[in-house]
């Protein structure tokens, strides 16, 4: 029997669905015992829990104050970096006027360190040329610091700096003074550090002068030219494997990097004056609040504004220094001026009382559709159950691994998709009830109604989904939150109605109860042979089942003109 | 048997038949009207009242308060300005954070020294200053840009899979219609804008063309070849899609407007959820203005559209001069 096909047909589904439910929270609960941060209940965003204020000062240099323009620019680029490491709705503002202007940053729950970092990393990125660079023998021995500037650079001094620089790779920038400066140099002041921390926080240096430092690690120090590019000279990074001259993937990993008009044109006539230069002339350093990042050598003269970074990266690597670079050209650097814990703007007894609202709401949502759909209030009930877990523990699983996490705006979508989860099994039943009234059998009524209707659903649920998708690329903060919500719905609502309700209907459509049109069955409707409303164009009268499963596409593009104006003939008498 | 699903069976057949398409200046006539008055009742009350999340504001710092409960700020604010809704939160182990809108000099130093007497500790301990908005202009310029976007490749997508350029026309204008009439009520409601009323406008957004597209689904299966037809004309094809799936529309709007209304009724008025009044609302006006549009504005106005070309109104003619 093809019947019982169908049914064990839909019992595979929804053991898949119910494998798909298990399986999430198997995850989950295999993470936890694992000691990985996942747990049953999301995370709330700021609105919701609340979560920690960063303010940041701006740190400019004595009498001068940051610009509201700068400030703004700022305030872009940190909200970059923050929804980069998720959506997490964070809140960034500006406090205060002129000289007492802060950044307020309120991210939610407690931010992790690397979060933290990305935040207070001031970040003022520079372009400069190297004139000098050797390793840091000083600490490079290591033991006493305090000792080091006997442990004299083994290169000899470059240059006595005496005449006037013609450029900003001209050996004349080094002057006695910065020589000495550099010769004095040891990047890490204590025994103890593991990355170069000679510098102050919150030091500021001249672009236009030459600079003395060191890279990160504090394992070379260099003498840099003054500034040529800034980082809002770069409008994009990214990382990636590199590909060869026939186009085969290499397994070497590169930082893709992208100037603005403006700044295309400077790295081009930087990149002309540096190729012809030896090394280490020829390199170009990249520095973050004065830190050298990296520091390639120009091996072309790069006019089109789309320069490569190569070098013995990892995956990590390259991704962490395209993040920096793409997001860390402040306009401005910061400094940390405190960082406390806040509480949720919205108390716990409104949520509460709100939720508790929403409660009724559901309710009352189940009370109609028992009214409207008696027996198969069951069906309609289970999948928004089933839906609503889902859900759940697909916010669960996100909030772990992408940082997820549910604000107010989060919960309203999950509400209004309570009407469109319901309205995608509306849409079905109410199909189903159309194949009923033609006459059809309720198993094939099921299968040509649900043909019919899963068009509309897919057609109405990806218009949906393009909104989602439009909107979280497009926007930032709270919408992107929304978006975000938006499409994990639709989604949700697909996969329950195909993997779910159908299923569970075509077993329903076999059981005495709902196939014999019970009164409290909800498919208790009247199928009279005798009528043909205006609007009818089918031919059938009573469709066999085999047929019926055929005529489930477009039943009229199968029918012959003649057909149809035979079919339509014998039937005009009754209309008017 | 219930007597709506009954209706359901009459409707399907066109027993019973409501002329949405002949009735259609009528719905116009409504529709300008209704726009119309959401263009210029919130202009006369002053346009919209934005949120200190938009347009900045004024913040207090209360230090080391013994009582941690928001509701002693809220009181002391209200006694000073009863039209202001202030955001309170705690800041740090015992710091209370009031942020309320724009206030003139006057108005900000009367409000610190009512905290301090109000909270009991010295009058500098209260601090003060202004905030600039956390949603800026750039989130909204994004928004906007997005929202765009996303109605122009919404437009493309329903061309290309109804295979008319002019159900898109129809639906994006009813989504217009939506978003004007939601906004509309919203600001002569005098409720103030925040950021969660913007997601809400955009969950509409969604909900609204949503549901426009159901039911032109339906159209569009109804007015295949209809032209051949002998009996039928394409409005009363197009008429009879809406009556067939005007059991659909109203259950489902009461299925999505239920927990919203919950909120919005139960939740706000009686306990006092305040904070949820304006998601909930807007979610509120916008789902039934989102249904409503679609059956009196989006079909109507497609038909419109369409039974004026040649091959629908020769068809037309022939079916009215048999009858």
Same mark, same amino acid.
């Given at each position: 029997?093809?019947?019982?096909?169908?049914?064990?047909?839909?019992?595979?589904?929804?053991?898949?669905?119910?494998?798909?439910?298990?399986?999430?929270?198997?995850?989950?609960?295999?993470?936890?015992?694992?000691?990985?941060?996942?747990?049953?209940?999301?995370?709330?965003?700021?609105?919701?829990?609340?979560?920690?204020?960063?303010?940041?000062?701006?740190?400019?240099?004595?009498?001068?104050?940051?610009?509201?323009?700068?400030?703004?620019?700022?305030?872009?680029?940190?909200?970059?970096?923050?929804?980069?490491?998720?959506?997490?709705?964070?809140?960034?503002?500006?406090?205060?006027?002129?000289?007492?202007?802060?950044?307020?940053?309120?991210?939610?729950?407690?931010?992790?360190?690397?979060?933290?970092?990305?935040?207070?990393?001031?970040?003022?990125?520079?372009?400069? !040329? =190297?004139?000098?660079?050797?390793? /840091?023998? $000083?600490? &490079?021995?290591? +033991?006493?610091?305090?000792? #080091?500037?006997? %442990?004299?650079?083994?290169?000899?001094?470059?240059?006595?700096?005496?005449?006037?620089?013609?450029?900003?790779?001209?050996?004349?920038?080094?002057?006695?003074?910065?020589?000495?400066?550099?010769?004095?140099?040891?990047?890490?002041?204590?025994?103890?550090?593991?990355?170069?921390?000679?510098?102050?926080?919150?030091?500021?240096?001249?672009?236009?002068?030459?600079?003395?430092?060191?890279?990160?690690?504090?394992?070379?120090?260099?003498?840099?030219? !003054? =500034?040529?590019?800034?980082?809002? /000279?770069? $409008?994009? &990074?990214?990382? +990636?494997?590199?590909?060869? #001259?026939?186009? %085969?993937?290499?397994?070497?990993?590169?930082?893709?990097?992208?100037?603005?008009?403006?700044?295309?044109?400077?790295?081009?006539?930087?990149?002309?004056?540096?190729?012809?230069?030896?090394?280490?002339?020829?390199?170009?350093?990249?520095?973050?609040?004065?830190?050298?990042?990296?520091?390639?050598?120009?091996?072309?003269?790069?006019?089109?504004?789309?320069?490569?970074?190569?070098?013995?990266?990892?995956?990590?690597?390259?991704?962490?220094?395209?993040?920096?670079?793409?997001?860390?050209?402040?306009?401005?650097?910061?400094?940390?001026?405190?960082?406390?814990?806040?509480?949720?703007?919205?108390?716990?007894?409104?949520?509460?009382?709100?939720?508790?609202?929403?409660?009724?709401?559901?309710?009352?949502?189940?009370?109609?559709?028992?009214?409207?759909?008696?027996?198969?209030?069951?069906?309609?009930?289970?999948?928004?159950?089933?839906?609503?877990?889902?859900?759940?523990?697909?916010?669960?699983?996100?909030?772990?691994?992408?940082?997820?996490?549910?604000?107010?705006?989060?919960?309203?979508?999950?509400?209004?998709?309570?009407?469109?989860?319901?309205?995608?099994?509306?849409?079905?039943?109410?199909?189903?009830?159309?194949?009923?009234?033609?006459?059809?059998?309720?198993?094939?009524?099921?299968?040509?109604?649900?043909?019919?209707?899963?068009?509309?659903?897919?057609?109405?649920?990806?218009?949906?989904?393009?909104?989602?998708?439009?909107?979280?690329?497009?926007?930032?903060?709270?919408?992107?939150?929304?978006?975000?919500?938006?499409?994990?719905?639709?989604?949700?609502?697909?996969?329950?109605?195909?993997?779910?309700?159908?299923?569970?209907?075509?077993?329903?459509?076999?059981?005495?109860?709902?196939?014999?049109?019970?009164?409290?069955?909800?498919?208790?409707?009247?199928?009279?042979?005798?009528?043909?409303?205006?609007?009818?164009?089918?031919?059938?009268?009573?469709?066999?089942?085999?047929?019926?499963?055929?005529?489930?596409?477009?039943?009229?593009?199968?029918?012959?003109?003649?057909?149809?104006?035979?079919?339509?003939?014998?039937?005009?008498?009754?209309?008017? | 048997?219930?007597?709506?699903?009954?209706?359901?069976?009459?409707?399907?057949?066109?027993?019973?038949?409501?002329?949405?398409?002949?009735?259609?200046?009528?719905?116009?006539?409504?529709?300008?009207?209704?726009?119309?008055?959401?263009?210029?009742?919130?202009?006369?009350?002053?346009?919209?009242?934005?949120?200190?999340?938009?347009?900045?504001?004024?913040?207090?710092?209360?230090?080391?308060?013994?009582?941690?409960?928001?509701?002693?700020?809220?009181?002391?604010?209200?006694?000073?300005?009863?039209?202001?809704?202030?955001?309170?939160?705690?800041?740090?182990?015992?710091?209370?954070?009031?942020?309320?809108?724009?206030?003139?000099?006057?108005?900000?130093?009367?409000?610190?020294?009512?905290?301090?007497?109000?909270?009991?500790?010295?009058?500098?301990?209260?601090?003060?200053?202004?905030?600039?908005?956390?949603?800026?202009?750039?989130?909204?310029?994004?928004?906007?840009?997005?929202?765009?976007?996303?109605?122009?490749?919404?437009?493309?997508?329903?061309?290309?899979?109804?295979?008319?350029?002019?159900?898109?026309?129809?639906?994006?204008?009813?989504?217009?219609?939506?978003?004007?009439?939601?906004?509309?009520?919203?600001?002569?409601?005098?409720?103030?804008?925040?950021?969660?009323?913007?997601?809400?406008?955009?969950?509409?957004?969604?909900?609204?063309?949503?549901?426009?597209?159901?039911?032109?689904?339906?159209?569009?299966?109804?007015?295949?070849?209809?032209?051949?037809?002998?009996?039928?004309?394409?409005?009363?094809?197009?008429?009879?899609?809406?009556?067939?799936?005007?059991?659909?529309?109203?259950?489902?709007?009461?299925?999505?407007?239920?927990?919203?209304?919950?909120?919005?009724?139960?939740?706000?008025?009686?306990?006092?959820?305040?904070?949820?009044?304006?998601?909930?609302?807007?979610?509120?006006?916008?789902?039934?203005?989102?249904?409503?549009?679609?059956?009196?504005?989006?079909?109507?106005?497609?038909?419109?559209?369409?039974?004026?070309?040649?091959?629908?109104?020769?068809?037309?003619?022939?079916?009215?001069?048999?009858?």
């Amino acid at each position: 029997m093809s019947d019982n096909g169908l049914v064990r047909n839909s019992r595979k589904k929804l053991t898949w669905f119910f494998l798909l439910i298990f399986g999430l929270a198997a995850l989950i609960g295999g993470a936890q015992a694992a000691g990985a941060p996942a747990s049953y209940v999301p995370s709330l965003a700021l609105d919701l829990q609340g979560g920690t204020q960063i303010i940041l000062t701006p740190s400019l240099g004595e009498g001068k104050a940051a610009t509201q323009g700068q400030l703004d620019q700022a305030v872009a680029i940190i909200r970059q970096r923050v929804d980069a490491t998720g959506v997490s709705e964070a809140q960034i503002t500006t406090q205060g006027e002129a000289a007492n202007a802060a950044i307020v940053v309120s991210i939610p729950g407690k931010p992790d360190e690397a979060t933290l970092k990305l935040i207070k990393a001031s970040a003022l990125l520079e372009f400069r !040329p =190297v004139l000098t660079t050797t390793q /840091d023998t $000083s600490t &490079a021995i290591g +033991g006493d610091s305090t000792a #080091s500037p006997s %442990a004299k650079p083994t290169s000899a001094p470059i240059a006595t700096g005496s005449a006037k620089p013609t450029s900003p790779s001209d050996l004349n920038w080094v002057t006695a003074d910065v020589q000495k400066a550099y010769d004095e140099l040891s990047c890490r002041t204590k025994a103890t550090s593991t990355v170069a921390d000679f510098r102050e926080a919150g030091q500021v240096d001249d672009p236009a002068k030459p600079l003395v430092t060191c890279d990160r690690e504090g394992a070379f120090k260099y003498i840099l030219g !003054p =500034v040529e590019l800034a980082g809002t /000279d770069i $409008s994009d &990074a990214s990382s +990636g494997t590199r590909s060869s #001259s026939t186009g %085969a993937s290499l397994n070497e990993w590169a930082v893709s990097l992208s100037f603005s008009d403006a700044g295309g044109k400077k790295f081009w006539d930087v990149t002309k004056r540096l190729f012809p230069l030896t090394d280490p002339q020829n390199r170009f350093a990249v520095t973050i609040d004065g830190y050298v990042i990296t520091a390639p050598a120009t091996n072309a003269v790069i006019s089109n504004g789309a320069a490569e970074i190569t070098g013995n990266f990892s995956q990590t690597d390259a991704k962490a220094l395209a993040d920096q670079l793409k997001y860390g050209s402040l306009p401005i650097s910061f400094e940390v001026q405190s960082q406390e814990n806040i509480s949720a703007t919205l108390g716990g007894s409104q949520l509460a009382n709100g939720l508790l609202a929403g409660g009724i709401g559901l309710l009352l949502v189940i009370i109609y559709s028992i009214f409207q759909y008696r027996g198969l209030a069951i069906v309609t009930i289970g999948s928004l159950v089933v839906a609503a877990i889902l859900t759940y523990l697909v916010i669960a699983v996100l909030s772990w691994r992408q940082g997820y996490r549910l604000s107010l705006s989060g919960v309203a979508g999950l509400i209004v998709a309570i009407g469109i989860t319901a309205d995608s099994f509306i849409v079905y039943f109410e199909r189903v009830r159309d194949e009923l009234r033609e006459g059809r059998p309720l198993t094939a009524a099921v299968e040509v109604g649900w043909k019919r209707a899963v068009r509309t659903i897919i057609v109405s649920d990806g218009v949906s989904l393009l909104a989602a998708i439009t909107l979280f690329i497009l926007t930032v903060g709270n919408v992107r939150g929304f978006a975000f919500t938006l499409g994990l719905t639709t989604i949700i609502d697909l996969l329950v109605v195909a993997l779910f309700t159908h299923p569970l209907l075509q077993i329903l459509a076999n059981t005495k109860f709902f196939s014999s049109g019970h009164k409290w069955s909800g498919f208790e409707v009247r199928a009279s042979a005798g009528y043909r409303g205006r609007g009818e164009f089918r031919v059938s009268e009573s469709v066999s089942q085999a047929k019926s499963k055929k005529t489930s596409r477009e039943v009229n593009r199968r029918q012959t003109i003649a057909e149809r104006k035979a079919a339509e003939s014998g039937i005009s008498k009754k209309d008017q | 048997m219930s007597r709506f699903s009954e209706l359901g069976n009459a409707l399907y057949s066109g027993e019973k038949s409501v002329d949405f398409i002949g009735r259609r200046k009528i719905w116009y006539a409504i529709a300008a009207l209704v726009v119309a008055l959401s263009v210029i009742l919130p202009v006369a009350r002053g346009g919209f009242q934005l949120g200190i999340e938009f347009r900045g504001g004024s913040e207090f710092r209360v230090a080391a308060v013994a009582e941690m409960g928001d509701q002693l700020a809220r009181d002391t604010v209200h006694a000073v300005l009863p039209s202001v809704e202030p955001i309170i939160s705690t800041v740090g182990e015992n710091d209370l954070r009031i942020q309320t809108t724009k206030l003139e000099d006057v108005q900000a130093e009367q409000i610190r020294t009512s905290l301090a007497k109000a909270y009991g500790v010295e009058s500098n301990s209260v601090s003060s200053s202004f905030i600039g908005p956390s949603w800026g202009q750039e989130i909204t310029g994004k928004a906007i840009t997005g929202l765009l976007w996303f109605i122009g490749l919404a437009a493309v997508l329903m061309a290309l899979y109804f295979r008319t350029i002019k159900m898109s026309a129809a639906a994006v204008l009813a989504l217009i219609h939506d978003l004007v009439v939601t906004a509309g009520i919203y600001g002569a409601l005098g409720f103030e804008v925040t950021p969660a009323a913007v997601i809400g406008f955009l969950t509409i957004l969604g909900y609204s063309l949503y549901d426009t597209v159901v039911v032109f689904d339906k159209i569009r299966e109804n007015t295949f070849e209809v032209e051949f037809s002998e009996t039928a004309t394409f409005a009363e094809r197009v008429n009879l899609a809406i009556n067939q799936t005007l059991v659909r529309s109203i259950n489902t709007s009461v299925v999505a407007v239920l927990p919203v209304a919950a909120i919005l009724f139960i939740g706000s008025v009686f306990l006092g959820a305040g904070t949820l009044k304006d998601i909930s609302l807007a979610l509120f006006i916008g789902i039934l203005v989102g249904t409503y549009s679609t059956i009196f504005i989006a079909a109507p106005f497609y038909s419109h559209l369409r039974e004026g070309e040649p091959l629908y109104k020769d068809s037309a003619a022939k079916v009215l001069a048999k009858r």
